[in-house]
Structures are given as C-alpha cells and as structure tokens.
C-alpha cells in the first residue's frame, strides 16, 4: 500500500527555518515525482516545490524561491523540504504527493496521484 507520511511541521518565529520530510513507502521511488503543496486558510492549494523521480531536475514556485529547496534520499525513501527565512505567509498546512513519471522528465504541480495528510507550518511572532 503505497503512503506519504509527512513530519515536521510546528510553530516557528519569523526568519526562523524548518525542514519537512515526506517518508514513503509501497512503493519504489525513483519512478516516481514529488512535490510538495500547501493550503493556507481561505485560499486554494498551491504548488510549492516539486522533484523529478531522476533527482536532477526541481523547481519552487516563485514566492519562495532562494529560501526553499527540496532534496530527496532514495536510500532513505525520503523526501525534503528545506524552508529558511520563513514568513507569516508561509503559514499553511504542507502536503506532499506523487505521481509515476517516466525517466528523465520533469516535474509539474499538477497531476499528482497520492497524498499525505498534511503537517501544520505556522510562522508567527
């Protein structure tokens, strides 16, 4: 049975960082994309980060670019969020998901097959 289970989350100052991690398992990884979404409160589901099954291809979304980056360590299942300088704004439920992707493609926010539950992100003072 294939599960994203993410951890991690929790209340941190602004400027502070946190590092979100998306534990997989049922199935095997590295044919698979993941991207990393959040919904805050009153709006609509975005797409925040995403990595190829390869590794070598990723994008953020541009509201937080240079403060995000993903990682992902196939020995260890495993998928990263790194989140510096975070802002009130940034205050949001994180989740993360896949999709089976072919070998050397891309990744996109759309699409995605499985889901985790979510894991609360609040950046307050």
């Known amino acids: 049975q294939l599960q994203l289970v993410e951890s991690g989350g929790g209340l941190v100052q602004p400027g502070g960082s946190l590092r979100l991690s998306c534990a997989t398992s049922?199935?095997?990884?590295?044919?698979?994309?993941v991207g990393w979404f959040r919904q805050a409160p009153g709006k609509e589901r975005e797409g925040v980060s995403c990595i190829s099954s390869s590794g070598y291809y990723s994008k953020v979304t541009d509201s937080v670019k240079g403060r995000f980056t993903i990682s992902r360590d196939n020995a260890k299942i495993t998928v990263y969020l790194r989140m510096n300088s975070l802002k009130p704004e940034d205050t949001a439920v994180y989740y993360c998901?896949?999709?089976?992707?072919?070998?050397?493609?891309?990744?996109?926010?759309?699409?995605?097959?499985?889901w985790g539950q979510g894991t609360q992100v609040t950046v307050s003072s």
């Open positions: 049922g199935f095997t990884l590295t044919t698979y994309a």
């Open positions: 998901a896949a999709v089976h992707s072919p070998p050397g493609s891309a990744c996109q926010f759309s699409s995605y097959t499985y």
